[in-house]
């Protein structure tokens, strides 16, 4: 397996900040760090990233929103267009700061896209609630769908992205509900019980791209195995099914235990499991060709820095084992820092609990909504929602 890769990084992506804010970019120098200090980091091709020109952001966003956030980057007292509240407050200089990140993803889609290499992550990506003319759930431009429209506009034909994020990625599907040349496939946490409230799996795309947005809506407290099922039932036949050229994937780990804004239950080796499963899916359908994105995951110190490195490390076909230690200078800089938390002693929390397979006819909350999602969908992707094997 060809697993060169390449991340798109450098710390002028830690400007990205909203201030008192539970996005703190903290967690991104946190993970850039610890993936250094295991050797990981200098097994990727890092390259900084370019910011995104208005050309290009015109392809996700309206104008008058572009307009929008460039006043509010100058004007503190600036509100409208989902700007200047709680979940998006405005910062200066918060344009440059989210072009850079959405340059960041259309950048890492190219690499991939043009065969520069198999593999690129962009931690830094992942902002899928933005709309087309509005912030949305910290997020301010919508990377992950300028990542996918120039792959597009560079002549792929069909894209499969898969949203682990523990909140519906509402912005990316809204973008491509009626385009059949994208399949959205999002894992969250039921919508009825969390942000952004949309996510049901009677969501399935409209017109000719019925079919091709699919929602898993997981109850809370779904855990390691309970997600894993969810995932082995529902993902990989789609995404076979819908014989994609590249396999984009946004890696928001706030499906965690101790993550502060949600009710899912998983560690990080679930997490890291899921992880394992996009990039051998890649490898399976796309002949490799794999795009990863952050997202969010906001156990700051805890989970998105193993999280993360678990990706980076995935990306390069070195995955780092569960067991290994923390290395003490990543451990020495987060107490200078002045965290008092208890900080974790190995990248991993334990051996991961054993996956059963779905089966129909499950009664469990769980397997109802596993159920649910693929009669919804499997269908009109042309598989049998009652057969396991499919
Ligand atoms: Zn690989
Ligand atoms: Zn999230």
């Known amino acids: 397996m060809d697993c060169r890769a390449g991340a798109i990084w450098d710390e002028r992506y830690l400007a990205y900040d909203f201030g008192d804010h539970p996005l703190n970019p903290v967690r991104l120098d946190l993970t850039i760090r610890l993936a250094r200090e295991l050797g990981v980091l200098e097994r990727l091709d890092v390259q900084p990233p370019t910011p995104a020109d208005e050309a290009q952001l015109l392809t996700v966003h309206s104008p008058d929103y572009l307009a929008a956030v460039r006043r509010a980057s100058q004007d503190q007292s600036f509100t409208g267009y989902g700007l200047g509240t709680g979940d998006d407050p405005v910062f200066p200089g918060m344009y440059d700061a989210a072009a850079l990140i959405a340059g960041g993803s259309a ?34 431009f919508n990377d992950v769908v300028l990542g996918i429209r120039t792959m597009l506009a560079a002549g792929a034909t069909k894209v499969a992205y898969v949203d682990i994020d523990v909140h519906h990625g509402d912005g990316v599907q809204a973008a491509f509900y009626d385009d059949p040349r994208v399949l959205t496939i999002s894992l969250h946490q039921d919508p009825r019980t969390l942000f952004p409230g949309t996510g049901a799996p009677t969501e399935i795309g409209s017109g000719a791209a019925e079919g091709t947005s699919v929602n898993v809506a997981l109850p809370p407290g779904t855990d390691d195995a309970g997600w894993l099922r969810a995932y082995n039932a529902v993902v990989p036949g789609a995404v076979r099914a819908f014989a994609p050229d590249i396999l984009v994937s946004q890696c928001g ?92 002693a190995t990248m991993g929390e334990g051996p991961l609990a054993p996956v059963t397979p779905w089966a129909p006819g499950g009664e469990t909350w769980l397997d109802a909504a596993i159920g649910a999602t693929r009669r919804a969908v499997f269908p009109l992707l042309g598989l049998d929602p009652h057969d396991p094997r499919d």
């Open 253 to 344: 780990c706030d499906t965690h235990h101790e993550d502060p804004l949600a009710n899912l239950d998983l560690t990080i080796d679930g997490q890291r499991a899921a992880i394992a499963s996009m990039h051998a899916l890649a490898h399976e359908v796309t002949g490799g060709k794999w795009v990863a994105y952050g997202g969010g995951g906001y156990g700051l110190v805890r989970c998105v820095p193993r999280t993360w490195t678990h990706l980076l490390a995935e990306a390069t076909g070195v995955p780092v084992p569960s067991e290994t230690p923390i290395p003490p200078a990543w451990t020495e800089h987060v107490r200078k820092r002045g965290v008092r938390a208890e900080l974790p």
């Open 107 to 140: 950048q890492a889609a190219m690499r991939v896209w043009s065969g520069e290499i198999p593999h690129a992550v962009n931690i830094a990506g992942g902002l899928h609630h933005a709309m087309r003319d509005h912030a949305s759930g910290f997020c301010i």
